[in-house]
């Protein structure tokens, strides 16, 4: 299927949609071995050789693919789901078979999720010996205090196992004057942790959503969305 190529440049991790622009007027790119310049190029990643800065990229027949995606409210991180409605419904057919979520996010949950087949990668970002930094947005309601915040910053038991404290911190106030969004940090990640701290506390949850892991952000990902992780991306998760 032909796509454009600043797209293509941009789902695979190079840079913002608008820089792969600049980067395609400047030379840059070739395809094929020769250079580009036009805007609105389409490209067939199965067949098409692009080359950035000198350097071949879009090489997917490699054994490893891993991903990032901006998820939607509403989809489950399984294959299959009453209503249809799964994340992978959004990634390319051609390897969405392939892959595994490394970890979860609820179906009322939204934000950074990663998918990939490399086992080593899904390891690292799953296991809580490695204490994975992942930061949170969660809008609440309830009896919000200084009382329910040190609590939220302290060990807590979830489901008979007493989780690792959390750092909690309110950024700022909802739109709602009876609503505050917080931010969580988490190094463990335990299933469905955040909802049932807030639970526990008697706050209600109306949006969750993963901003980051580790170094890793949405970069300006729109909810469906997603992107190839570059080497780099890859490499430093393992780190």
Partial sequence: MKVRLQKYLSNLGVDSRRKCEQYITEGLVKINGVVVTKLGTTIDPETDKVVFNEERIGDHKSKYISIMMNKPRGYVCTTSDKEGKTV???IDKDF?????TAGRLD???????????????????THPSFNQRKVYHVMVSGAFN????????????????????????AIRPGNNPKRVLLRFIL????KRQIRKMCEQLNLEVHRLQRVQIKNLTLQGL????WRFLTKKEVQDLKK
Avoid at 109 to 125: A, K
Avoid at 222 to 225: L, N
């Fill in 96 to 100: 969405k078979d392939t892959l595994k």
């Fill in 222 to 225: 729109r909810p469906g969305e």
């Fill in 146 to 169: 200084d009382r329910v915040m040190q609590q939220l910053n302290s060990q807590m038991n979830i489901d008979g196992y007493t989780i690792k404290p959390a750092e909690v911190k």
């Fill in 107 to 125: 179906k009322k949950s939204e934000g950074l999720l990663i998918l990939s087949n490399d086992g080593e990668l899904i390891y690292y970002l």
């Fill in 187 to 190: 190094k463990e990640g335990r």
């Fill in 88 to 90: 992978f419904e959004l």
